[in-house]
């Protein structure tokens, strides 16, 4: 970007919302009463909301926002992914600038006058900042705690990191339509994975991604253990995926959850021997000291019961995370392909932010 382009006042750029759901009933309501509420000029922005066929009464909730609020647009995702959606969305937009959101997630008032004060101000293609975990009942409070740990989440700065930097992803993300421009849009053959994979592309081509922790995102975690498994398998899967494409998405910590899953079976196979068995004990106790630790530490001003909920959440995510990441490795040795081709292109206008 050129250094006059960084002195447009913030307020002027014209920004589209993108925002994929799929039977979000029980917060899309709170979401886009966030994002209307925003302290950016009401007639500088506009809210594209990507259904994927909800069985729930999500269409009927955002059909009557869209009937009060001509800012806020419903269109079809016949794809029903994330990934299909935001692209749905961003195809139908018109916003020099394209702020993601997402339907478990809230916004401060000033979400897009900072986001877009940041980008011009770095010369930035993609920022975001803190995600705000927020969990129901005490399950949901044990995971949001657990979520936002260097323990359960390792390099995931933007989940518990308080300094602006920059890092090879975001939490949701506000862009540049001219990034989409130069690499594409959301790759819909990564699901669960598909912003990391965007982000790759963007920094590949020189672009940056910019962190802030003043920028802050409530985000409404999974509600129990068995949901939050079946978010981090995928989550482990979809990494081994896009790290079939660039593998330099791994980092040495990404190896931590899938290690310790292939000791599982073992420490199963030496405790066939008396002393294989005090090994392995030792070892599966150490593991558990240290979840139980980490779980005192993270969830601190909780009471007992959600601290003992947040270790157990530790070893869910840690092994829900490396048997994805297995089932992906063992999905490439089979030759299994990932999906198709190049993501889709969003044709260059002749003027963007």
Not at 22 to 43: G, K, M, T, W
Not at 190 to 200: F, G, I, V
Not at 270 to 291: F, K, P, S
Not at 312 to 336: D, K, P, Q
Request: glycine residues 12%.
């Amino acid at each position: 970007m050129s250094p006059g382009s960084r002195r447009i006042p913030a307020d002027t750029v014209f920004v589209s919302v993108v925002l994929p759901v799929f039977n979000e009933e029980r917060h899309i309501e709170a979401c886009l009463r966030s994002v209307l509420a925003q302290d950016y000029p009401s007639d500088r922005y506009e809210v594209i909301v990507a259904d994927g066929g909800s069985t729930d009464r999500t269409r009927e909730i955002v059909g009557a926002i869209v009937s009060r609020d001509p800012r806020v647009r419903l269109v079809d995702n016949p794809g029903r992914m994330q990934a299909a959606g935001l692209n749905r969305a961003i195809l139908a937009s018109r916003g020099d600038v394209i702020a993601r959101q997402d339907g478990h997630a809230e916004w401060g008032a000033d979400h897009l006058s900072r986001t877009v004060a940041l980008l011009l101000s770095t010369g930035a293609d993609n920022v975001g900042g803190r995600q705000e975990a927020i969990g129901d009942g005490a399950p949901g409070r044990a995971i949001a705690r657990a979520t936002t740990s260097p323990f359960g989440v390792g390099g995931a700065r933007f989940r518990y990191s308080d300094h602006e930097a920059e890092m090879p992803t975001v939490f949701l993300g506000t862009f540049r339509r001219t990034a989409f421009e130069r690499v594409g849009l959301f790759d819909e053959a990564y699901p669960h994975h598909e912003d990391y994979e965007l982000n790759e592309r963007i920094r590949s081509t020189g672009g940056r991604i910019i962190f802030s922790p003043e920028i802050r995102t409530r985000y409404h975690v999974r509600s129990g253990l068995r949901a939050l498994g079946r978010q981090y398998y995928r989550y482990g899967r979809g990494k081994v995926r896009v790290a079939r494409a660039s593998p330099s998405v791994i980092r040495p910590y990404h190896l931590v959850a899938p290690a310790l899953v292939l000791a599982l079976p073992v420490m199963a196979a030496m405790a066939v021997t008396g002393r294989g068995r005090r090994l392995a004990i030792a070892g599966a106790g150490a593991y558990a000291a240290a979840c139980v630790i980490a779980g005192q530490l993270a969830a601190r001003t909780e009471p007992l019961g959600i601290r003992a909920r947040t270790s157990a959440a530790f070893a869910v995510m840690h092994v829900a995370w490396g048997s994805g990441f297995w089932a992906g490795v063992l999905e490439a040795a089979a030759g299994v392909a990932t999906g198709g081709g190049a993501p889709p292109s969003l044709p260059a206008r002749s003027e963007t932010a």
